[in-house]
């Protein structure tokens, strides 16, 4: 027997009374009881429309361990208050929460409750701390919202949408000392794949041609010659380094082993790198041994700031489904490259088939570098060519 049962009797002995008696109270009583049934029905099918819950935060995107302060705000609409109202949400099992009226954690999952109190008409909120552990994309899409119902053992339960995304950046590994200044391609010479202008010394000026930027025009010489002048700046050289991650896949069925620790040690060298760059103001690439929307690997252009900076840390943070390319094959594009270019490879296996591909990079007179990340620490191998090609190993 359900909660419906025991009103609909009561209804129908009040109103089989008062058919005997003619009494109106009965009547009114009796269909009172019989009117409560409906009445939830039809408050549980419509109380979504005036439920809304938001949920903001003091930060969108920020490394392992930092707390964020969430508010979360619900919104009642209607003519009724909502008194012992929770709100049921699932997060990550890395993620901590404190402030929560009730934690708990099962499956990998952490599921916290939070009680509120709406008056008609009115909005509560309630702060809470989420701390995340682990690199990742925090989401959440809708919570469950459970209600005081108007028969007991019936509690009104619905789903709410919500849309929160808290992006966690991958902790940088620590780097062994790098001089990548060692590593640079052979010769000095400038060619047209690198050479570059300096923006910082201004050799002098020359007549405007077409194309040339407004922003590099001379205005005071302009002024002075009453015709167009352009700035002419210094010219250097800067390497463009070729970062390459080897990302293993998920499992091998073959070695019958997981590889997560692996890669999650591969992207935080990568987010290291990443930062080394960013302080030095290095360009690099990256090419990753991932497939991208039908693409053989993943690669983003050279670049250098705080843009591209980020760009790959969102990449990093975001890398979790992914199928894997060799990386012999990776390497195999890198050997036709026309430019001399540093590469930079991050590993956490180095067999004899990776030791063949970088053989046949040194051949063709590239700079290799590797930082091997099969252990807690990277490792930094830097490879040079001898005047009868063959390889040696430098010690960093």
Same mark, same amino acid.
């Given at each position: 027997?359900?909660?419906?049962q025991p009103?609909?009797l009561?209804?129908?002995i009040?109103?089989?009374?008062?058919?005997?008696?003619g009494?109106g109270f009965?009547?009114?009583?009796g269909g009172l009881f019989?009117? +409560?049934?409906?009445? /939830?029905?039809?408050?549980?099918?419509?109380?979504?429309?005036?439920?809304?819950?938001?949920?903001?935060?003091?930060?969108?995107r920020?490394?392992?361990?930092?707390?964020?302060q969430?508010?979360?705000?619900?919104?009642n !609409?209607?003519w009724?208050?909502?008194p012992? $109202?929770w709100? !049921?949400?699932?997060?990550?099992?890395?993620? $901590?929460?404190? &402030?929560?009226?009730?934690?708990?954690?099962?499956?990998q999952?952490t599921y916290i409750r939070?009680?509120?109190?709406?008056?008609a008409?009115?909005?509560?909120?309630l702060?809470?701390?989420?701390?995340p552990?682990k690199?990742?994309?925090v989401?959440?899409?809708?919570?469950?919202?459970e209600?005081?119902p108007?028969?007991?053992?019936e509690?009104?339960? +619905?789903?709410?949408?919500?849309?929160?995304?808290?992006?966690?950046y991958?902790?940088?590994?620590?780097?062994?000392?790098?001089?990548f200044?060692e590593?640079?391609?052979e010769?000095?010479?400038?060619?047209?794949?690198?050479?570059?202008?300096?923006?910082?010394?201004?050799?002098?000026?020359?007549p405007?041609?077409?194309?040339d930027?407004?922003?590099n025009?001379h205005w005071?010489a302009?002024?002075?010659?009453n $015709?167009l002048?352009?700035r002419?700046?210094?010219?250097t050289a800067?390497?463009?380094?070729?970062v390459v &991650?080897?990302?293993l896949?998920?499992y091998?069925?073959?070695? /019958? *082993?997981?590889?997560?620790?692996?890669?999650?040690?591969?992207?935080?060298?990568?987010?290291?790198?990443?930062?080394?760059c960013?302080?030095?103001?290095?360009?690099?690439?990256?090419?990753?041994?991932?497939?991208? *929307?039908? !693409?053989?690997l993943?690669h983003l252009?050279?670049?250098?700031?705080k843009?591209?900076?980020?760009y790959v840390?969102?990449?990093?943070? /975001?890398?979790?489904?992914?199928?894997?390319t060799?990386?012999?094959s990776?390497l195999r !594009?890198?050997e036709?490259?026309?430019?001399?270019?540093?590469i930079?490879?991050?590993?956490?296996?180095?067999?004899?088939?990776?030791?063949?591909?970088?053989?046949?990079?040194?051949r063709?007179g590239?700079?290799?570098?590797?930082?091997?990340?099969?252990g807690?620490q990277?490792?930094?191998?830097r490879?040079?060519t001898?005047?009868?090609?063959?390889?040696?190993?430098?010690?960093?």
């Open positions: 027997m359900n909660a419906k009103f609909q009561i209804g129908f009040l109103l089989f009374g008062a058919l005997l008696s009494s009965l009547w009114i009583f019989l009117f +409560l049934p409906a009445a /939830q029905e039809w408050w549980q099918t419509r109380i979504g429309r005036w439920l809304k819950v938001d949920w903001t935060a003091d930060q969108s920020v490394m392992p361990g930092t707390p964020v969430v508010t979360v705000r619900l919104h !609409r209607s009724l208050p909502l012992a $109202t709100l !049921r949400i699932t997060l990550p099992d890395h993620v $901590t929460v404190t &402030g929560a009226a009730e934690s708990s954690q099962s499956n999952r939070l009680r509120f109190d709406v008056p008409r009115k909005t509560a909120a702060t809470l701390d989420l701390t552990h690199r990742g994309v989401w959440l899409t809708d919570v469950e919202c209600t005081i108007l028969f007991l053992g509690p009104s339960t +619905l789903t709410l949408p919500l849309s929160f995304s808290l992006l966690v991958p902790t940088p590994l620590p780097l062994p000392p790098l001089a200044d590593t640079e391609p010769g000095s010479s400038l060619s047209r794949q690198r050479q570059q202008e300096d923006m910082t010394f201004l050799r002098g000026v020359r405007y041609f077409p194309g930027r407004i922003k025009i005071k302009t002024a002075k010659t $015709t002048q352009t002419l700046f210094e010219h800067r390497s463009n380094w070729r &991650g080897h990302i896949p998920s091998e069925p073959s070695l /019958q *082993r997981h590889n997560h620790d692996e890669n999650e040690r591969t992207i935080s060298c990568m987010a290291a790198i990443s930062v080394y960013r302080r030095h103001s290095l360009s690099y690439e990256l090419f990753l041994t991932v497939k991208q *929307r039908g !693409r053989e993943y252009p050279a670049g250098s700031g843009s591209h900076h980020l840390m969102t990449q990093l943070a /975001q890398l979790h489904h992914y199928f894997t060799p990386l012999t990776l !594009r890198l036709d490259s026309s430019s001399k270019d540093a930079l490879l991050i590993t956490p296996r180095l067999d004899e088939h990776v030791q063949a591909s970088i053989d046949r990079l040194l063709r590239h700079r290799v570098a590797v930082l091997d990340v099969s807690e990277a490792a930094l191998r490879y040079e001898t005047a009868i090609q063959r390889r040696r190993a430098v010690s960093p």
